[in-house]
């Protein structure tokens, strides 16, 4: 989950800045407190529903919008992580394998 909320936070924010709003002018917008903002850009809090509806709102955009960018932002840096996985477990092609000693 945490991941979820920090892709979400940056999104927010992304979202928040292509907006052209500062923090307390989207708090104003959405009806919260500046620091809750703050708290969700971060990734340390998430969204109620209801809050999600508000942040749309006040984003100009529907929540179905926030909700497929994050889902496309999650796949893909899930997408990210199984590559760099199998890149650690499969030896590189330019680096030599080490030969192991089979004198006794």
């Keep these: 989950m945490e991941e979820v909320q920090a892709v979400f ?17 989207f708090a104003f917008e959405a009806s919260i407190r500046r620091n809750y903002v703050s708290m969700l850009e971060l990734g340390q ?6 809050m999600l509806f ?3 709102t006040a984003l100009g955009c529907s929540p179905s919008d926030l909700l497929t960018d ?11 992580k199984a590559r ?3 890149q650690r477990a499969t030896p590189s092609r330019s680096q030599p394998v080490a ?6």
């Design 9 to 25: 936070g940056v999104l927010l924010r992304e979202r928040r800045l292509a907006a052209g709003l500062t923090q307390e002018q």
């Design 45 to 50: 809090h998430q969204p109620t529903l209801t």
């Design 54 to 56: 508000s942040l749309a």
């Design 70 to 80: 994050l889902e496309a932002r999650l796949a893909k840096a899930r997408r990210r």
């Design 84 to 86: 760099l996985k199998r």
């Design 99 to 104: 030969k192991r000693n089979t004198a006794r």
